[in-house]
């Protein structure tokens, strides 16, 4: 176990926050732009879910910090997996209710917005490449990702699953 | 300065985020459609653009590296937002991941693959022993640090692993996104398998793959979550074992039988 200070777990909530912030303008504007007049999600309408993500995202944080044995990620996946299962019908269908309302890509807009700044101190290393290292880069990511489709399509094909 | 100091007195840079966010919402997806199919440019690849943007251009004074530190931050700490989403998602499914399960499981050995079409590349184009670090696996921090304990920091083979970690972090969320969009597009790979490939480790990848493709398959998009989730979550787990006992390795035969017929190793044996 690993110590955590109480001036980083204020770091961790002021980051949540003004990402839970982010996110639930975001996703107000996304309903309403999406074109689908049914799914509008005031920013009130989104608090529940979004303060449940929340619960979850600090937990797993806080966690992965005092146990770092176990990545963050692995912790969030974790807690998500219990509060949303269908056989936890003591929490699941109020947490499935409300985070429905906040969207998958209202989550990640903010965070990437953030990403492109926090990546532009690295641009000075990226103009340093020449276009064969981008372009055997670019070929790692296409081997990667066509390499695990078509093992999981042969497998579920074989399954019978598609 | 305390970094909760910080984080307030940088209201500018978070109210610039706002409205980033807004300005891309607002303009939602764009979908262009081209002879495979559609491709969907997202909100998130916009505003990851606009912050490179604004970041290098610097229209307004106040972002510059103490900001671009900060927003690392936002990134590390905010991407649970999406891993909880996910991962609720993955509860919600939680059925069909588990009948997916050996699927799951098996397409992690897919991440090999970047050795079988990335190592004869770099072979080809000249590159010596950095191209083992650029292609033994997708070159996440986990990755990298492996390359750096085992060859050392000074190493051709750690300058490569460099290469592949500096292009995916700056391309490799927008590239993954446009891969996901046209594989999805061309149709011969079903969206479940695509789905599952789109966790190669790295949170802001998964995102922009598997919300590319949920964007072009709207009613699987539950489902496409899922299993994208769960695959991130496996390759976090697994990469650096995958790494050192298959992907190093592996890498190293491969490049000592190519190295000579296809490598630099050629011309060095006709002189």
């Not at chain 1, 944080?61 to 770092?68: A, K, M, Q, R, S």
């Not at chain 2, 909760?4 to 940088?10: E, P």
């Not at chain 2, 709207?218 to 489902?223: G, N, R």
Request: proline residues 5%; hydrophobic residues 55%.
């Amino acid at each position: 176990m690993k110590k955590i200070t109480g001036e980083k777990v204020t770091e961790y909530v002021l980051i949540l926050t003004i990402s839970a912030v982010l996110i639930l303008i975001g996703n107000m504007i996304n309903t309403i732009t999406d074109k689908n007049p049914d799914t509008f999600v005031s920013v009130l309408a989104g608090l529940p879910g979004i303060l449940i993500l929340f619960a979850i995202a600090f937990a797993g944080t806080i966690l992965g910090t005092v146990i770092p044995k176990v990545p963050t990620a692995i912790w969030i996946t974790l807690i998500g997996v219990l509060v949303a299962m269908p056989y936890n019908t003591v929490t699941a269908p109020f947490v499935v209710a409300e985070v429905n309302k906040i969207g998958i890509l209202p989550t990640c807009t903010p965070i990437l917005a953030y990403a492109g700044v926090s990546i532009g101190k690295d641009w000075t290393e990226f103009k340093k490449i020449g276009w064969r290292g981008i372009l055997v880069a670019l070929f790692v990511m296409i081997g990667t990702y066509v390499g695990s489709a078509l093992i999981a399509q042969a497998i579920l094909a074989a399954q019978g699953i598609i | 300065m305390p970094k909760v100091q910080k984080l307030i007195k940088n209201w500018p840079l978070h109210l610039m985020m706002l409205a980033v966010v807004v300005v891309f919402e607002g303009i939602n997806t764009i979908s262009i459609p081209t002879p495979i199919g559609g491709i969907s440019l997202l909100p998130m690849l916009f505003a990851m653009v606009a912050g490179l943007v604004l970041f290098l251009i610097k229209p307004l004074k106040f972002v510059k590296e103490e900001q671009s530190h900060l927003s690392g931050d936002f990134v590390m700490i905010g991407i649970g937002f999406l891993l909880a989403k996910v991962a609720v998602n993955t509860g919600i499914q939680l059925e069909n991941v588990l009948k997916a399960g050996p699927a799951l499981i098996l397409q992690e050995l897919g991440n090999l693959g970047t050795i079988l079409l990335a190592l004869p590349l770099a072979l080809l184009l000249g590159f010596g022993r950095e191209a083992v670090g650029m292609t033994h696996s997708i070159s996440r921090e986990p990755n990298v640090a492996y390359i750096a304990t085992k060859y050392g920091s000074e190493s051709a083979e750690f300058r490569g692993v460099m290469v592949t970690y500096i292009v995916g972090t700056l391309l490799g969320t927008i590239f993954m996104g446009l891969m996901a969009s046209v594989l999805g597009g061309i149709g011969i790979l079903h969206p479940y398998s695509l789905a599952m490939a789109c966790g190669v480790g790295s949170g802001s990848m998964m995102a922009a793959s598997s919300a590319s493709l949920a964007a072009a398959f709207p009613e699987m998009a539950e489902q496409i979550s899922a299993y994208a989730g769960t695959s991130n979550v496996l390759s976090n787990a697994d990469g650096v074992i995958m790494t050192v006992i298959l992907g190093v390795p592996m890498c190293n035969w491969m490049y000592s039988k190519l190295y000579p017929v296809i490598g630099r190793g050629k011309k060095e044996k006709k002189a």
